[in-house]
């Protein structure tokens, strides 16, 4: 079985990534590395970056992912999400939404992989989001509770609201397809 490191001690995002990663016979393993996140205006140049660095402190094929969460109108926060997220407070949030023309929003999400030779290969997408009128769900998390699927009535913090792994798991595919296909 062939195998590729993920930059993460995250074991539940081990998981997501084996369960699309042993469909092609390959095995996802934790590395973890104090490689500090640089600021950068796209998820895929902090992608970029930490896979570049982790392989050149291990020449191991390493993948690292990263999301962003924008409001359209506002194309903000993106790569400061958790940032703002901390910062700025569910409510705060829809006050500000209000005050704009549209409820769109969308997450960016980027891959970026270092194969055996060190060669960088990127991966990005977008995940159209609604921002809800009302807050809703698990008080424990914060912009989730107005974030939700076009044509969705629950947001992230309801239950069953943001269980769809096959959504967020297409770089993770895209990476394994092109692993499975490399000699």
Do not use: C
Not at 31 to 45: F, G, M, R, V
Request: glycine fraction near 4%; charge should be negative.
């Amino acid at each position: 079985m062939k195998h590729v490191y993920i930059l993460t001690g995250n074991t539940d995002k081990i998981k997501a990534a084996n369960h699309i990663f042993h469909k092609f016979e390959i095995e996802v393993l934790p590395l973890e590395l104090d490689i500090p996140e640089i600021q950068a205006s796209t998820s895929a140049e902090i992608a970029r970056h930490a896979v570049e660095q982790a392989y050149k402190l291990t020449d191991k094929p390493v993948i690292r992912e990263d999301h962003s969460f924008y409001i359209t109108e506002l194309h903000f926060p993106g790569p400061f999400m958790a940032y703002a997220d901390k910062s700025i407070s569910a409510e705060q949030l829809l006050k500000i939404v209000d005050t704009l023309e549209s409820r769109k929003a969308y997450f960016e999400l980027a891959a970026a992989y270092a194969d055996n030779q060190g060669q960088v290969h990127e991966f990005s997408y977008q995940v159209p989001i609604v921002i809800s009128s009302k807050i809703r769900g698990n008080d424990q998390l914060g912009w989730e509770r107005l974030m939700m699927l076009p044509g969705d009535t629950r947001t992230f913090a309801e239950p069953g609201g943001a269980d769809r792994t096959s959504l967020w798991a297409r770089n993770y595919e895209a990476i394994a397809q092109l692993i499975h296909e490399q000699k």
